[in-house]
């Protein structure tokens, strides 16, 4: 290498006070903003912390919920009047209501509802629980809101209810409601829907228990 480009090497290479400089200035932001930086990793920390501590809770809480829910269970077995078991379903679910398992104290309610002929408070407990249970759990209410919609003779909407069900993926039973279909359909004189459900349930169901009901109750 050249003697001048040697020179113009080494010049190009920062000298070791412009390093000092750039730490220097490092150093003097941090110590600048020392306050600022320790208080954002306090709320970090705080932040983390909480996020444990709640989880830590809600699993103590679920735990007493799901413990209460038994001895509620418990309880329903010696009230024999359904207002009885309304009152003490009620206390269970002002306590818990922001537990998981206060679904099926909502479905609790709305059977005991039905059996004093209350159908509005029990459409509404029932819808409750459709809302809080889980997916694979969500058939409980359809069902129930089904059953009751086809007690006032709500057609309509109990035939909506029971399509939803059929909608839903892995639906066990899934035989039995096509069959309830069918027959609200037929009441419904609804014979377009009514004969394409007939028309596919063989096939569909090929094993199904319900399928000479069906395919009686499709010819008439």
């Known amino acids: 290498m050249a003697r001048s480009e040697r020179k113009q090497f080494r010049d190009e290479i920062k000298a070791p006070d412009q390093f000092e400089n750039f730490w220097d200035s490092v150093g003097g ?3 600048e903003h020392k306050q600022k930086i320790i208080l954002l990793a306090v709320v970090v920390v705080l932040a983390v912390a909480g996020i444990t501590y709640k ?4 699993k103590k809480r679920h735990t007493v919920a799901m413990d209460a829910f038994i001895e509620l269970q418990d309880d329903l077995k010696s009230i024999d009047e359904p207002n009885k078991k309304v009152e003490r379903i009620d206390q269970y679910i002002n306590k818990y209501k ?3 398992i206060v679904a099926m104290a909502y ?5 005991e509802q039905m059996n004093l002929g209350q159908e ?4 509404k407990a029932f819808e409750l629980a ?3 249970l889980p997916h694979n759990q969500k058939i409980f209410a359809l069902e129930s809101l089904a059953q009751l919609a086809s007690k006032q003779e709500k057609l ?3 035939q909506k209810y029971y399509q939803d069900i059929l909608r839903m993926k892995e639906v066990p039973l899934q035989d039995y409601y096509a069959w309830n279909l069918i027959v609200l359909y037929k009441q419904d004189n609804k014979l377009e829907d009514l004969n394409s459900l007939c028309e596919n349930f063989s096939q569909r169901y090929p094993e199904s228990a319900f399928l000479d009901k069906v395919k009686i109750y499709c010819a008439q």
């Open 29 to 31: 932001w941090f110590a």
């Open 55 to 58: 989880k830590a809770l809600d």
């Open 98 to 100: 922001n537990t998981p």
């Open 107 to 111: 479905m609790y309610s709305g059977i």
């Open 120 to 123: 509005q408070e029990a459409q």
């Open 130 to 132: 459709k809302e809080k």
């Open 156 to 158: 309509g909407e109990a």
